[in-house]
Nanobody
Framework: QVQLVESGGGLVQPGGSLRLSCAAS????????MGWYRQAPGKQRELVAA???????NYVDSVKGRFTISRDNAKNTVYLQMNSLKPEDTAVYYC???????????????WGQGTQVTVSS
């Protein structure tokens, strides 16, 4: 199977920066898209940013110009550079990967355990 391990969350002041990382491991045949979602208390989980294996990206409007998603295909790792953070960015951030595990018949969604990002003074 596929495991996703996130790191890089924490507490930061408004206007600050954080970089999240997510490494996929296990018996992986291929990874298609990777992305970051977030869920704030009392709200639905939303897609923040996604990146295809070819490098195409998309972002939710609220983070455009502030967040940058990137990936290292050789390391099966996706990153989220978050700049100019705002209190409304506070949420649990989840990594997602569409991965084809060895022994599977197609791509399936896999999720990390989540990492807390808190933006507060």
């Amino acid at each position: 199977q596929v495991q996703l391990v996130e790191s890089g969350g924490g507490l930061v002041q408004p206007g600050g920066s954080l970089r999240l990382s997510c490494a996929a491991s296990g018996s992986i045949f291929s990874i298609n898209a990777m992305g970051w979602y977030r869920q704030a208390p009392g709200k639905q989980r939303e897609l923040v940013a996604a990146i295809t294996s070819g490098g195409s990206t998309n972002y939710v409007d609220s983070v455009k110009g502030r967040f940058t998603i990137s990936r290292d295909n050789a390391k099966n790792t996706v990153y989220l550079q978050m700049n100019s953070l705002k209190p409304e960015d506070t949420a649990v951030y989840y990594c997602n990967a569409e991965a084809w595990a060895v022994g599977s018949s197609w791509f399936y969604d896999y999720w990390g355990q989540g990492t807390q990002v808190t933006v507060s003074s």
